[in-house]
């Protein structure tokens, strides 16, 4: 009897024992658990924000384009009789620029001319036989219409001839020409280009939410790829609508070129002055994080990162002004932003100013 009260006993007792070396391991792997989710502190840097003086510019790309330009072409067919320009010269406004042979066409108004004459001697026996009454009036209208005919058929050829010497509508520069003497014209032969450069225009497109704040007058300023000189324009144009397919606003802008330094064509960097913030929130692009609607940035708020959405405005190289979602005193985060989640402990190293 006392053999099988030993036996219950050491059973009891190991157990027991085995209950509490469970719990004891139990909580040891919970201590060792929750020392490893525990997230660790990740060190960034970061500054605090403040306002500042901020130049609101819009950099856009444009095109020049020549004040003046025309395709040169004849209005008549015919052989050309002569041309008097040289390729890459200036020309006058009215100066001739070449000839086309005009002989039929002066055979045909000399023959009109006569005709005309016929008509008007039959014109004015007519209106004396009617004053006699010796004609009847239908008679004396069919001698007028037969002279106002003639006298149109002079003017139209007198008209033809005068296209045969081709001038310059306005002056400027002329470019290489696609005829030679003798080369057989119509209206769709290109003759040559002629250009006005001494002021150049300068057309760009603004995105549409920036449409009310650009007025004609107002001034900017553009670079070419080639030159490192910065030249002024002011607006002078701007289209009624915005286009559908690009949401931009076509703007033109004149600048004086008596130079000549500026070439049609030419690819232009504008910049459009829209206005002036004393008081701006500038961050560095580095610290804005895109996301599917719209941009965060990262700020620190008692010890943790937490990610604020925010509105952008202009960009410049390096920095973007921000509208709304942070204010002065903000702590931004500007490095390892990618890395970090909303309630990520860490510890700032703030930029000295």
Same mark, same amino acid.
């Given at each position: 009897?006392?053999?099988?009260?030993?036996?219950?006993?050491?059973?009891?007792?190991?157990? =027991? @024992?085995?209950?509490?070396?469970?719990?004891?391991?139990?909580?040891?792997?919970?201590?060792?658990?929750?020392?490893?989710?525990?997230?660790?502190?990740?060190?960034?840097?970061?500054? !605090?924000?403040?306002?500042?003086?901020?130049?609101?510019?819009?950099?856009?790309?444009?095109?020049?384009?020549?004040?003046?330009?025309?395709?040169?072409?004849?209005?008549?067919?015919?052989? !050309?009789?002569?041309?008097?320009?040289?390729?890459?010269?200036?020309?006058?406004?009215?100066?001739?620029?070449?000839?086309?042979?005009?002989?039929?066409?002066?055979?045909?108004?000399?023959?009109?001319?006569?005709?005309?004459? &016929?008509?008007?001697?039959?014109?004015?026996?007519?209106? &004396?036989?009617?004053?006699?009454? @010796?004609?009847?009036?239908?008679?004396?209208?069919?001698?007028?219409?037969?002279?106002?005919?003639?006298?149109?058929?002079?003017?139209?050829?007198?008209?033809?001839?005068?296209?045969?010497?081709?001038?310059?509508?306005?002056?400027?520069?002329?470019? &290489?020409?696609?005829?030679?003497?003798?080369?057989? !014209?119509?209206?769709?032969?290109?003759?040559?280009? *002629?250009?006005?450069?001494?002021?150049?225009?300068?057309?760009?497109?603004?995105?549409? /939410?920036?449409?009310?704040?650009?007025?004609?007058?107002?001034?900017?300023?553009?670079?070419?790829?080639?030159?490192?000189?910065?030249?002024?324009?002011?607006?002078?144009?701007?289209?009624?609508?915005?286009?559908?397919?690009?949401?931009?606003?076509?703007?033109?802008?004149?600048?004086?070129?008596?130079?000549?330094?500026?070439?049609?064509?030419?690819?232009?960097? =504008?910049?459009?002055?829209?206005?002036?913030?004393?008081?701006? *929130? *500038?961050?560095?692009?580095? @610290?804005?994080?895109?996301?599917?609607?719209?941009?965060?940035?990262?700020?620190?708020?008692?010890?943790?990162?937490?990610?604020?959405?925010?509105?952008?405005?202009?960009?410049?190289?390096?920095?973007?002004?921000? *509208?709304?979602?942070?204010?002065?005193?903000?702590?931004?985060?500007?490095?390892?932003?990618?890395?970090?989640?909303?309630?990520?402990? !860490?510890?700032?190293?703030?930029? /000295?100013?």
């Amino acid at each position: 009897m006392k053999k099988r009260h030993l036996i219950y006993t050491v059973i009891i007792i190991g157990i =027991v @024992a085995l209950i509490i070396y469970r719990v004891t391991e139990n909580k040891k792997a919970s201590s060792q658990g929750n020392f490893k989710k525990a997230a660790p502190v990740m060190s960034v840097e970061g500054e !605090v924000l403040k306002p500042q003086k901020f130049d609101d510019n819009l950099s856009l790309s444009g095109t020049l384009e020549s004040n003046e330009e025309i395709n040169i072409r004849s209005e008549i067919a015919g052989v !050309v009789e002569s041309i008097n320009f040289e390729e890459g010269t200036k020309v006058s406004k009215g100066q001739v620029l070449l000839r086309v042979n005009d002989i039929e066409l002066r055979a045909q108004l000399s023959k009109a001319r006569t005709a005309q004459q &016929l008509a008007s001697e039959n014109q004015r026996r007519a209106k &004396l036989l009617l004053e006699k009454q @010796a004609i009847s009036q239908e008679e004396f209208d069919i001698s007028n219409a037969n002279f106002e005919s003639a006298r149109a058929e002079s003017d139209l050829i007198a008209a033809q001839l005068y296209k045969t010497t081709i001038r310059a509508p306005f002056s400027g520069s002329i470019g &290489l020409r696609s005829i030679s003497k003798g080369t057989f !014209v119509t209206p769709e032969t290109p003759i040559a280009k *002629l250009v006005n450069t001494n002021q150049i225009k300068v057309t760009f497109s603004i995105p549409e /939410k920036y449409a009310t704040q650009i007025k004609v007058g107002n001034p900017l300023t553009f670079k070419t790829s080639d030159a490192k000189e910065e030249y002024t324009a002011t607006i002078y144009a701007m289209e009624p609508q915005v286009d559908i397919a690009t949401r931009t606003l076509k703007i033109r802008a004149i600048a004086d070129n008596k130079e000549g330094k500026l070439y049609p064509g030419t690819f232009a960097n =504008v910049t459009l002055p829209l206005e002036t913030v004393n008081e701006a *929130l *500038l961050v560095p692009t580095q @610290a804005l994080i895109p996301i599917q609607n719209g941009k965060i940035i990262f700020v620190s708020r008692n010890g943790k990162a937490e990610e604020v959405k925010v509105e952008t405005g202009t960009r410049t190289n390096s920095m973007i002004r921000i *509208l709304s979602g942070i204010k002065a005193g903000d702590t931004i985060l500007t490095s390892g932003v990618m890395s970090l989640k909303n309630g990520t402990p !860490v510890k700032v190293n703030l930029k /000295k100013s």
